[in-house]
Antibody
Framework: QLQLQESGPGLVKPSETLSLTCTVS??????????WGWIRQPPGKGLEWIGS???????YYSPSLKSRVTISVDTSKNQFSLNLSSVTAADTAVYYC??????????WGQGTLVTVSS | DIQMTQSPSTLSASVGDRVTITCRAS??????LAWYQQKPGKAPKLLIY???SLESGVPSRFSGSASGTEFTLTISSLQPDDFATYYC?????????FGQGTKVEIK
């Protein structure tokens, strides 16, 4: 059974870069069967897709976040990462990582709350 | 960008009721639509993928259907564990969009 776990700072200062890592267990991040994504949810609000990375390294980002987002994979650690630059209070949210297959999020991490505040 | 319009935003129902939630896409997405259930403080759980395929382990009272750009999630007989928020999600050209969510409350 695939398991995902997000990790990273819970507090980030405005204008700085938010960096999160998702550690995958129970399967190889290098598998051609899996793709990987990041989704966030501001407190009390709905889900927002941030971006995805596909087997082979192709990345796709939300148009509204594209200028600030980078998603990458570290196969040696079985992890993938999210960097979101120039954060503001509007980026405060629970951030989820997910395994994507067939266009849907099949397995999700438990989520990690990131607060942007000075 | 493809927009997903989900309705209703809130739904009050009783145990045993048949419940229907609708999502309309702003343009054709073929069958690339998923439905999720989310409970407070928890990650979303995949229920339906490719518009009508039931994810493994999901009770058969959940079903999905499609007609053009309109997609429907039906719960045939609402159970106590089903009170939650439901989201649709489209997948087109490697990008996703979620609907606004439907909160199913106890009547």
């Amino acid at each position: 059974q695939l398991q995902l776990q997000e990790s990273g700072p819970g507090l980030v200062k405005p204008s700085e870069t938010l960096s999160l890592t998702c550690t995958v267990s129970g399967g190889s991040i290098s598998s051609s069967s899996y793709h990987w994504g990041w989704i966030r949810q501001p407190p009390g609000k709905g889900l927002e897709w941030i971006g995805s990375i596909y087997y082979g390294g192709s990345t796709y980002y939300s148009p509204s976040l594209k200028s600030r987002v980078t998603i990458s994979v570290d196969t040696s650690k079985n992890q993938f990462s999210l960097n979101l630059s120039s954060v503001t209070a509007a980026d405060t949210a629970v951030y989820y990582c997910a395994m994507v297959r067939g266009g849907a999020g099949r397995y999700w991490g438990q989520g990690t709350l990131v607060t942007v505040s000075s | 960008d493809i927009q997903m319009t989900q309705s209703p935003s809130t739904l009050s129902a009783s145990v045993g009721d048949r419940v229907t939630i609708t999502c309309r896409a702003s343009q054709s997405i073929s069958s690339w639509l998923a439905w999720y259930q989310q409970k407070p403080g928890k990650a979303p759980k995949l229920l339906i993928y490719e518009a009508s395929s039931l994810e493994s382990g999901v009770p058969s009272r959940f079903s999905g259907s499609a007609s053009g750009t309109e997609f429907t999630l039906t719960i045939s007989s609402l159970q106590p564990d089903d009170f939650a928020t439901y989201y649709c999600q489209q997948y087109d050209s490697y990008t996703w969009t979620f609907g606004q969510g439907t909160k199913v409350e106890i009547k």
